[in-house]
């Protein structure tokens, strides 16, 4: 079966450190988690960012709408962490499962590479993929502009 990622890339003119703010701290999390909520209700994600650690992406009521756990991390690296909605059957994983940020520090920019996936496993996967694919377009330049700001 092939499987099926969203894969990005963008560049910012920040250090790594800047990058990994606004892709962990709640309080930058909360201006570009909403465009995951496909018209629904809004919500923010929760976790320390440690290894095992639970990722919550919490409605405004408090209810968990995507869970997941930090599967890889290393600061200002690499963060992988999986995503599984609440409100359906939770597909079978592997480890490159998930969402992952890769920073890469090039000459005074960051380079930010985003994959999430593998959306092969999902019902109407493709489906789910182009949507994902959309969000991240919208999301990565609010990212990039936290990151700069």
Do not use: N
Request: charged share 30%; net charge negative.
């Amino acid at each position: 079966m092939k499987k099926l990622f969203v894969d990005k890339t963008i560049e910012i003119k920040a250090p790594p450190a800047k990058v990994w703010e606004a892709l962990t701290q709640r309080e930058q999390t909360d201006k570009w988690a909403a465009e995951f909520s496909s018209g629904g209700p809004t919500f923010h994600i929760e976790s320390d960012w440690k290894l095992g650690s639970p990722v919550l992406w919490k409605a405004d009521d408090g209810k968990v709408v995507v869970e997941g756990g930090v599967t890889a991390v290393q600061p200002f690296k690499l963060l992988r962490f999986t995503v599984f909605d609440t409100r359906s059957q939770r597909p079978q994983a592997t480890d490159e499962d998930g969402i992952t940020y890769e920073l890469a520090k090039d000459d005074g920019t960051t380079k930010l590479h985003v994959k999430q996936g593998d959306f092969a496993s999902m019902p109407e996967g493709e489906k789910y993929q182009r949507m994902s694919d959309e969000v991240w377009d919208r999301v990565l330049p609010k990212v990039k502009k936290l990151a700069e700001g």
